[in-house]
């Protein structure tokens, strides 16, 4: 079992950054693809960015190309989401999830693919 709580959002102007994080209850946190998704009022749960267990593999939606960054920190159980250049469309509640994976250099987008989810933090971007 896994529990991962989100930490860093809040309410941010356009233009601005946040650093969101997670940390990892566990001593296995190094054998889990991990992912950030968001849910917006009203739509679903999507992807935004995820890496691979060793940390060389990332991928990100095209929404967030460019402007997001994931990295991770396997001895400190910790994954965190760079956001620069926030826009209102950010809005939304992320939230970070584990997937168990064998591969080294997996990362996943599809929500089917994680075991572990946290409970979220919202991040409310204005104009």
């Known amino acids: 079992q896994v529990q991962l709580v989100e930490s860093g959002g809040g309410l941010v102007q356009a233009g601005r950054s946040l650093r969101l994080a997670c940390v990892a209850s566990?001593?296995?946190?190094?054998?889990?693809?991990m992912g950030w998704f968001r849910q917006a009022p009203g739509k679903e749960r999507e992807f935004i960015a995820a890496?691979?267990?060793?940390?060389?593999?990332?991928g990100y939606a095209d929404s967030v190309k460019g402007r997001f960054t994931i990295s991770r920190d396997n001895a400190r159980n910790t994954v965190a989401l760079q956001m620069n250049s926030l826009e209102p469309d950010d809005t939304a509640v992320y939230y970070c999830?584990?997937?168990?994976?064998?591969?080294?250099?997996?990362?996943?987008?599809?929500?089917?693919?994680?075991?572990?989810w946290g409970q979220g933090t919202q991040v409310t971007v204005s104009s």
């Open positions: 999830a584990a997937g168990r994976t064998l591969s080294s250099t997996a990362y996943y987008r599809e929500r089917n693919d994680y075991d572990y």
């Open positions: 566990g001593r296995t946190f190094s054998t889990y693809a």
């Open positions: 890496i691979s267990r060793d940390g060389g593999r990332t």
